[in-house]
Nanobody
Framework: QVQLVESGGGMVQAGGSLRLSCAAP????????MAWYRQAPGDKRELVAY???????NYADSVKGRFTISRDNAKKTWYLQMNSLKAEDTAVYYC???????????????WGQGTQVTVSS
């Protein structure tokens, strides 16, 4: 059983910042790619950002230049720094350890419990 512990969500005004964390103490961390997804009410879950085992990153167009994904292999934790938040960033954010294969991120079946991010305009 892979346990993923998320933290850092909350309510913030537009233009503000939040930092999400996801700890994964039970997985072989360094070889995995890691990602953040989000799901707003009535919408599909969408990929926000991922980081490969080599540190390469990729972002959804809607968050480029505002969000930064990073990882700390020693702590088995990855992060999502979110700046210049907008009302449309409001969603439940989920972390996911996966693989980077064939030029694309492939999610695993392991998901965190989700953390709510609410941005008021």
């Amino acid at each position: 059983q892979v346990q993923l512990v998320e933290s850092g969500g909350g309510m913030v005004q537009a233009g503000g910042s939040l930092r999400l964390s996801c700890a994964a103490p039970g997985i072989v961390f360094s070889g995995n790619a890691m990602a953040w997804y989000r799901q707003a009410p009535g919408d599909k879950r969408e990929l926000v950002a991922y980081i490969t085992s080599g540190g390469n990153t990729n972002y959804a167009d809607s968050v480029k230049g505002r969000f930064t994904i990073s990882r700390d292999n020693a702590k088995k934790t990855w992060y999502l720094q979110m700046n210049s938040l907008k009302a449309e960033d409001t969603a439940v954010y989920y972390c996911n350890p996966g693989t980077f294969w064939g030029g694309a991120y492939s999610p695993s079946d392991y998901w965190g419990q989700g953390t709510q991010v609410t941005v008021s305009s």
